[in-house]
């Protein structure tokens, strides 16, 4: 069965470096999006990326994040200079679409923890 | 705006026993109601869903029906095994572009 695939499972960074996280959809989605979930907390939505922009985001979302879509393959988060309240685990998920969600898959998340 | 409540873990249950996790929401309109489960180590896996009042959704044994009228999603299981261990989480959504969710209840089931 398809797989949307994360890496790395597990990254620690220093507080105010730059860090991304890296997705790669299930080939054949064209929506992708980024949530994450604080320890204890809620899954809670960042973004969502539609044919190379993004379609809607989260108050979160800050200019701190960003999302790329650099080779048609991977789907990137960058966090431009970590804080420690961003540590969280950053789930990835593609879909084939809206309104019907067909498809809509989760990978296994990256656990960022900032020190 | 919207949101889902749902109860807080970890629930641990004996092999065969009964299994209910409450979840309420609060939504604008119609939403979908989902039940997600993360197995250790994998991602969030779709169990069921559904997409209006009265509707039931099921799958290996879960169900959970769509109650508008209480606006709960109460996910249930009559004969739980060990390898339902996991977190489970209720979610929404209008549109399948972006879901809330619940912060998840732990399930630990023991032989």
């Known amino acids: 069965e398809p797989e949307v695939t994360q890496t790395p499972s597990h990254q620690v960074t220093q507080m105010g470096q730059e860090v991304i996280l890296r997705c790669v959809p299930i080939s054949n989605h064209l929506y992708f999006y980024w949530y994450r979930q604080i320890l204890g907390q809620k899954v809670e939505f960042l973004v969502s990326?539609?044919?190379?922009?993004?379609?809607?985001k989260s108050e979160i979302f800050d200019d701190q994040f960003s999302v790329e879509r650099p080779d048609g393959s991977n789907f990137t988060l960058k966090i431009r200079s970590t804080k420690l309240e961003d540590s969280a685990m950053y789930f990835c998920?593609?879909?084939?679409?809206?309104?019907?969600?067909?498809?809509?898959?989760f990978g296994s998340g990256t656990r960022l923890t900032v020190v | 705006g919207d949101s889902v409540t749902q109860m807080e873990g970890p629930v641990t249950l004996s092999e065969e026993a009964f299994l209910t996790i409450n979840c309420t929401y609060t939504a604008t309109g119609y939403p979908s109601l989902f039940w997600y489960v993360q197995y250790p180590g994998e991602g969030l896996q779709l169990l069921l869903k559904a997409t209006k009042a009265d509707d039931k959704g099921s799958n290996k044994g879960f169900e959970a029906t769509y109650r508008k009228e209480t606006t709960s999603f109460h996910l249930e299981k009559g004969s739980v095994q060990v390898s339902d261990s996991a977190v489970y989480f209720c979610?929404?959504?209008?549109?399948?572009?972006?879901?809330?969710f619940g912060s998840g209840t732990k399930l630990n089931v023991k032989p």
């Open positions: 979610a929404l959504s209008h549109n399948f572009n972006k879901f809330y």
């Open positions: 998920a593609s879909s084939k679409g809206i309104r019907t969600g067909g498809g809509y898959t």
């Open positions: 990326f539609y044919n190379n922009e993004i379609s809607e």
